[in-house]
Protein backbone atom coordinates (compact mmCIF):
# COMPACT_ATOMS: atom_id res chain seq x y z
CA UNK A 1 0.00 0.00 0.00
CA UNK A 2 0.97 3.40 -0.86
CA UNK A 3 -0.14 6.45 1.81
CA UNK A 4 0.27 9.33 -0.48
CA UNK A 5 0.56 13.02 1.40
CA UNK A 6 0.83 15.20 -1.42
CA UNK A 7 -1.62 15.95 -4.16
CA UNK A 8 1.13 16.22 -7.05
CA UNK A 9 2.48 13.02 -5.63
CA UNK A 10 -0.99 11.62 -5.38
CA UNK A 11 -1.91 12.41 -8.87
CA UNK A 12 1.06 11.33 -10.87
CA UNK A 13 0.54 8.16 -9.74
CA UNK A 14 -3.29 7.77 -10.67
CA UNK A 15 -2.51 8.49 -13.77
CA UNK A 16 0.50 6.19 -14.24
CA UNK A 17 -1.83 3.47 -13.28
CA UNK A 18 -4.73 4.80 -15.38
CA UNK A 19 -2.64 4.64 -18.55
CA UNK A 20 -1.39 1.34 -17.88
CA UNK A 21 -5.02 0.04 -17.33
CA UNK A 22 -7.32 -1.61 -19.99
CA UNK A 23 -10.78 -2.12 -18.21
CA UNK A 24 -10.95 0.75 -15.58
CA UNK A 25 -13.90 0.53 -13.21
CA UNK A 26 -15.11 3.63 -10.48
CA UNK A 27 -16.53 2.67 -7.48
CA UNK A 28 -18.36 5.47 -5.79
CA UNK A 29 -19.96 6.33 -2.71
CA UNK A 30 -21.46 9.63 -0.93
CA UNK A 31 -17.80 11.06 -0.89
CA UNK A 32 -18.44 11.72 -4.49
CA UNK A 33 -21.20 13.82 -4.27
CA UNK A 34 -20.35 16.18 -0.78
CA UNK A 35 -18.62 18.65 -3.61
CA UNK A 36 -21.96 18.41 -5.06
CA UNK A 37 -23.70 19.84 -1.70
CA UNK A 38 -25.44 16.27 -1.13
CA UNK A 39 -24.88 15.33 2.76
CA UNK A 40 -23.76 11.86 3.07
CA UNK A 41 -25.68 9.22 5.41
CA UNK A 42 -22.66 8.06 7.86
CA UNK A 43 -20.29 10.30 8.62
CA UNK A 44 -20.00 11.06 12.62
CA UNK A 45 -21.88 13.70 13.42
CA UNK A 46 -23.15 15.04 10.46
CA UNK A 47 -24.35 12.28 8.40
CA UNK A 48 -28.08 12.29 7.60
CA UNK A 49 -28.83 8.72 9.77
CA UNK A 50 -27.43 10.60 13.04
CA UNK A 51 -30.13 13.25 12.44
CA UNK A 52 -33.50 11.15 11.21
CA UNK A 53 -34.18 7.48 11.44
CA UNK A 54 -34.15 5.57 8.42
CA UNK A 55 -37.61 4.06 7.26
CA UNK A 56 -37.66 0.60 7.05
CA UNK A 57 -38.72 -0.87 3.84
CA UNK A 58 -40.72 -2.99 5.32
CA UNK A 59 -42.72 0.02 7.50
CA UNK A 60 -43.18 2.16 4.03
CA UNK A 61 -45.42 -1.26 2.73
CA UNK A 62 -47.21 -1.95 5.24
CA UNK A 63 -48.17 1.88 6.74
CA UNK A 64 -49.78 4.52 5.53
CA UNK A 65 -48.22 6.73 7.79
CA UNK A 66 -45.03 5.65 7.06
CA UNK A 67 -45.49 6.42 3.34
CA UNK A 68 -46.96 9.36 3.97
CA UNK A 69 -43.17 10.25 6.17
CA UNK A 70 -41.29 8.98 4.04
CA UNK A 71 -43.02 11.47 0.66
CA UNK A 72 -42.40 14.23 3.75
CA UNK A 73 -39.29 13.84 3.87
CA UNK A 74 -38.50 13.56 -0.07
CA UNK A 75 -40.42 16.83 -0.85
CA UNK A 76 -39.37 18.61 2.31
CA UNK A 77 -35.53 19.42 1.75
CA UNK A 78 -34.52 17.22 -1.64
CA UNK A 79 -30.90 18.40 -1.55
CA UNK A 80 -30.27 16.26 -5.30
CA UNK A 81 -33.14 18.22 -7.51
CA UNK A 82 -30.49 20.88 -7.48
CA UNK A 83 -27.04 19.62 -6.99
CA UNK A 84 -24.98 19.23 -10.24
CA UNK A 85 -22.26 17.03 -11.02
CA UNK A 86 -18.62 17.89 -9.65
CA UNK A 87 -15.40 17.91 -10.76
CA UNK A 88 -15.09 14.41 -9.72
CA UNK A 89 -17.98 13.38 -11.52
CA UNK A 90 -16.75 15.51 -14.54
CA UNK A 91 -13.35 13.92 -14.34
CA UNK A 92 -14.83 9.97 -14.55
CA UNK A 93 -17.32 10.82 -17.50
CA UNK A 94 -13.88 12.50 -18.98
CA UNK A 95 -11.98 9.60 -18.76
CA UNK A 96 -14.78 7.13 -20.82
CA UNK A 97 -15.02 10.14 -22.98
CA UNK A 98 -11.55 9.70 -24.40
CA UNK A 99 -12.42 5.89 -25.18
CA UNK A 100 -11.39 3.32 -22.55
CA UNK A 101 -13.31 0.71 -21.49
CA UNK A 102 -15.28 -0.59 -18.14
CA UNK A 103 -17.56 1.47 -16.09
CA UNK A 104 -19.08 2.95 -12.97
CA UNK A 105 -20.10 0.91 -10.17
CA UNK A 106 -22.21 3.39 -7.70
CA UNK A 107 -23.47 3.54 -4.01
CA UNK A 108 -25.51 6.72 -4.84
CA UNK A 109 -28.98 7.31 -5.77
CA UNK A 110 -28.24 10.94 -7.14
CA UNK A 111 -28.01 10.31 -11.02
CA UNK A 112 -25.31 12.36 -11.10
CA UNK A 113 -23.42 10.04 -13.09
CA UNK A 114 -25.73 10.40 -15.94
CA UNK A 115 -26.28 13.91 -15.49
CA UNK A 116 -22.60 14.28 -16.27
CA UNK A 117 -22.57 12.66 -19.15
CA UNK A 118 -22.67 9.19 -19.10
CA UNK A 119 -24.55 6.80 -20.13
CA UNK A 120 -27.32 4.53 -18.50
CA UNK A 121 -25.47 1.25 -19.54
CA UNK A 122 -22.23 2.87 -18.29
CA UNK A 123 -22.96 3.11 -14.46
CA UNK A 124 -24.67 0.43 -12.50
CA UNK A 125 -26.99 2.02 -9.12
CA UNK A 126 -26.64 -0.61 -6.82
CA UNK A 127 -28.88 1.29 -4.20
CA UNK A 128 -31.47 2.39 -6.50
CA UNK A 129 -31.96 6.17 -8.12
CA UNK A 130 -34.18 8.70 -5.98
CA UNK A 131 -35.00 10.79 -9.14
CA UNK A 132 -37.96 9.23 -9.99
CA UNK A 133 -40.05 6.95 -8.62
CA UNK A 134 -41.48 2.81 -9.49
CA UNK A 135 -44.01 0.92 -8.63
CA UNK A 136 -42.67 -1.76 -6.19
CA UNK A 137 -45.31 -4.34 -8.43
CA UNK A 138 -44.95 -3.91 -12.18
CA UNK A 139 -41.80 -1.10 -12.16
CA UNK A 140 -43.55 0.86 -14.12
CA UNK A 141 -41.51 4.45 -14.05
CA UNK A 142 -42.96 8.03 -12.69
CA UNK A 143 -41.58 11.43 -12.55
CA UNK A 144 -41.60 13.41 -9.74
CA UNK A 145 -42.61 16.70 -10.64
CA UNK A 146 -46.05 15.12 -10.55
CA UNK A 147 -46.18 12.72 -7.29
CA UNK A 148 -45.26 15.50 -5.70
CA UNK A 149 -48.20 17.75 -6.82
CA UNK A 150 -50.60 14.90 -5.89
CA UNK A 151 -49.15 14.73 -2.37
CA UNK A 152 -49.53 18.05 -1.64
CA UNK A 153 -53.10 18.19 -2.64
CA UNK A 154 -53.65 14.93 -1.45
CA UNK A 155 -51.22 14.21 1.33
CA UNK A 156 -50.92 10.45 -0.36
CA UNK A 157 -49.89 8.76 -3.23
CA UNK A 158 -52.36 7.05 -4.95
CA UNK A 159 -51.65 3.61 -6.41
CA UNK A 160 -49.91 2.70 -9.50
CA UNK A 161 -52.74 3.16 -12.10
CA UNK A 162 -51.58 0.43 -14.28
CA UNK A 163 -51.26 -2.32 -11.85
CA UNK A 164 -52.88 -0.58 -8.05
CA UNK A 165 -49.14 -1.21 -7.08
CA UNK A 166 -47.18 0.78 -4.50
CA UNK A 167 -45.28 3.44 -5.64
CA UNK A 168 -41.82 4.54 -4.41
CA UNK A 169 -38.94 6.33 -5.09
CA UNK A 170 -36.82 4.21 -7.34
CA UNK A 171 -34.48 3.60 -4.01
CA UNK A 172 -33.14 0.37 -2.30
CA UNK A 173 -34.37 0.90 1.53
CA UNK A 174 -32.97 -0.39 4.87
CA UNK A 175 -34.88 -4.15 4.71
CA UNK A 176 -35.50 -4.51 0.80
CA UNK A 177 -33.59 -6.72 -1.12
CA UNK A 178 -30.70 -5.86 -3.44
CA UNK A 179 -31.59 -5.46 -6.75
CA UNK A 180 -29.85 -9.26 -8.72
CA UNK A 181 -30.01 -7.75 -12.62
CA UNK A 182 -27.38 -4.48 -10.77
CA UNK A 183 -25.54 -7.01 -8.74
CA UNK A 184 -24.75 -9.75 -11.45
CA UNK A 185 -23.55 -6.25 -13.90
CA UNK A 186 -21.52 -5.30 -11.02
CA UNK A 187 -19.84 -8.43 -10.75
CA UNK A 188 -19.31 -8.76 -14.52
CA UNK A 189 -17.82 -5.47 -14.26
CA UNK A 190 -15.71 -6.38 -11.51
CA UNK A 191 -14.62 -9.61 -12.86
CA UNK A 192 -13.37 -7.89 -16.14
CA UNK A 193 -11.43 -4.78 -14.87
CA UNK A 194 -7.76 -4.75 -14.06
CA UNK A 195 -8.00 -1.29 -12.05
CA UNK A 196 -10.77 -0.27 -9.60
CA UNK A 197 -10.77 3.20 -8.43
CA UNK A 198 -13.14 3.38 -4.87
CA UNK A 199 -14.27 7.76 -5.31
CA UNK A 200 -16.24 8.68 -1.84
CA UNK A 201 -16.81 5.10 0.17
CA UNK A 202 -16.78 4.17 3.66
CA UNK A 203 -16.70 0.99 2.29
CA UNK A 204 -18.82 -0.36 5.29
CA UNK A 205 -22.01 -1.15 3.32
CA UNK A 206 -22.04 -4.86 2.08
CA UNK A 207 -22.34 -6.31 0.18
CA UNK A 208 -21.68 -3.43 -2.28
CA UNK A 209 -18.37 -3.36 -0.59
CA UNK A 210 -17.21 -6.37 -1.28
CA UNK A 211 -16.63 -5.47 -4.89
CA UNK A 212 -13.26 -3.82 -4.38
CA UNK A 213 -12.03 -6.80 -2.49
CA UNK A 214 -13.28 -8.86 -5.10
CA UNK A 215 -11.69 -6.77 -7.64
CA UNK A 216 -8.01 -7.08 -5.67
CA UNK A 217 -8.46 -10.60 -5.00
CA UNK A 218 -8.77 -11.38 -8.90
CA UNK A 219 -5.64 -9.07 -9.43
CA UNK A 220 -7.12 -5.98 -10.61
CA UNK A 221 -5.21 -2.99 -8.91
CA UNK A 222 -7.28 -0.96 -6.30
CA UNK A 223 -7.00 3.05 -5.47
CA UNK A 224 -8.89 4.15 -2.83
CA UNK A 225 -9.28 8.46 -2.81
CA UNK A 226 -11.66 8.88 0.29
CA UNK A 227 -11.20 12.12 3.02
CA UNK A 228 -11.42 9.57 5.43
CA UNK A 229 -9.48 5.81 6.48
CA UNK A 230 -11.67 2.72 5.32
CA UNK A 231 -11.64 -0.76 6.21
CA UNK A 232 -9.95 -1.82 2.91
CA UNK A 233 -7.10 1.11 2.89
CA UNK A 234 -4.55 -2.00 4.04
CA UNK A 235 -5.08 -4.28 0.54
CA UNK A 236 -5.26 -1.38 -1.71
CA UNK A 237 -2.08 -0.03 -3.95
CA UNK A 238 -2.86 3.61 -3.57
CA UNK A 239 -4.50 5.68 -1.15
CA UNK A 240 -5.19 9.10 -1.43
CA UNK A 241 -7.10 11.28 1.38
CA UNK A 242 -7.48 14.37 -0.78
CA UNK A 243 -10.48 16.10 -2.78
CA UNK A 244 -12.07 13.37 -5.15
CA UNK A 245 -12.34 16.53 -7.57
CA UNK A 246 -9.10 18.09 -7.62
CA UNK A 247 -7.02 14.58 -7.91
CA UNK A 248 -9.42 13.15 -10.55
CA UNK A 249 -9.78 15.58 -12.68
CA UNK A 250 -5.45 16.25 -12.13
CA UNK A 251 -4.64 12.75 -12.67
CA UNK A 252 -7.04 12.75 -16.19
CA UNK A 253 -5.85 15.55 -18.11
CA UNK A 254 -2.64 14.29 -17.37
CA UNK A 255 -3.22 11.28 -19.31
CA UNK A 256 -4.95 13.21 -22.15
CA UNK A 257 -1.35 14.72 -22.73
Given amino acids: MSDTSTIETAVHALAD ?7 TVFFTGAGIS ?13 GLWNKIRPIEFQDFVNSAESRRESWERKFANDVMASAVPNAGHRAVQQWFALGHAGGVI ?9 DSGLEDHQVVELHGNATYARCLSCSARYGLDAIRAEFEQHGEVAPCPRCGGLIKTATISFGQSMPEDEMAKAQQLTEACDLMIVLGSSLTVYPAAGFPQYA ?25 HESIG ?9 TAH
Fill in 17 to 23: LLMASQN
Fill in 34 to 46: TESGIPDFRSPGT
Fill in 106 to 114: TQNVDNLHQ
Fill in 216 to 240: KQLGASLVIINREPTDQDDIADLVI
Fill in 246 to 254: EVMSQAVAR
